[in-house]
């Protein structure tokens, strides 16, 4: 368990793409998609985890997370009692100075939505922004997976 | 995972307590106390578990049921998370004839509730009633601890 500190961003292109170390397909859904703690099953590629996060700070950047991997089987089965609406999305890594970008392009009824991520050691921690990179989007609740998957992308106006 | 096949009755008489042959202290939280799916963290004594629990079927005897133990540490951070009213009870085990029966001595506020399980390996299998045993009540929501947690038994009129 630890607190994670992440900031959020649109993407304005999709030139990450070729840039990318590596990519996984995520397929995740939700046993509790509440704001003040979240209990998320994903399988990704061939490894599957059970995920639970408290609530932000007041910013937005830093979190409560506790993670545990377990079997692809058990995820698909608890995949099964999930809030409605899987999410499912392509990870791209991208390695920009010294930090990796995880890039999300979301598909099904969020086809559309792609979504930058850092992780950082610190509130404070700089970090070089990529040509691709656009807006901010830390700490807006309606980009949270949580809530994506209550209010897909598509149906955003 | 497994399907759990489980019958709940109360308890008449605190006779059990001299016929157990092993005790232990519990506390327990949910993370999700929702119906269809519930996570619960719960602390045995020395050892911890995550639980999660899939919708019971029409007569409320079998339910879905996986579970994975992790570190006390772990779940004693996450009881933090969880929804308000920790459940704290003295977990009984007595031996009845070929089963067990778990009994549960409830604290708190839910101090006079004494509630007795039976774990089933089919629906139709016979069990041996001991003389302390009194009215079933399996099916019955608001003796799920999901629910006694939401609706402690001294608030019940």
Chains 1, 2 share one sequence.
Not at 30 to 37: A, C, F, I, P
């Amino acid at each position: 368990m630890n607190i994670e500190i992440e900031r959020k961003f649109l993407v304005k292109s999709l030139d990450f793409k070729t840039e990318s170390f590596d990519k996984k397909h995520i397929k995740q859904g939700y046993l509790n998609s509440d704001k003040n703690r979240t209990v998320r099953i994903r399988v990704a590629d061939t490894r599957a985890f059970i995920t639970i996060k408290g609530k932000s700070n007041k910013n937005g950047t830093s979190r409560f997370e506790w993670e545990k991997e377990i079997h692809v089987s058990e995820a698909e089965a608890l995949l099964l009692l999930c809030e409605p609406n899987i999410i499912e999305k392509t990870r791209f890594l991208i390695q920009v100075g010294k930090h990796v970008f995880e890039v999300d392009e979301f598909a099904g009824n969020n086809q559309g939505l792609v979504v930058a991520e850092i992780e950082l050691s610190s509130e404070e921690e700089g970090f070089e922004k990529p040509n691709w990179l656009s807006k901010e989007v830390t700490g807006d609740l309606k980009y949270y997976n949580s809530n994506i998957s209550k209010l897909p992308f598509t149906s955003w106006k």
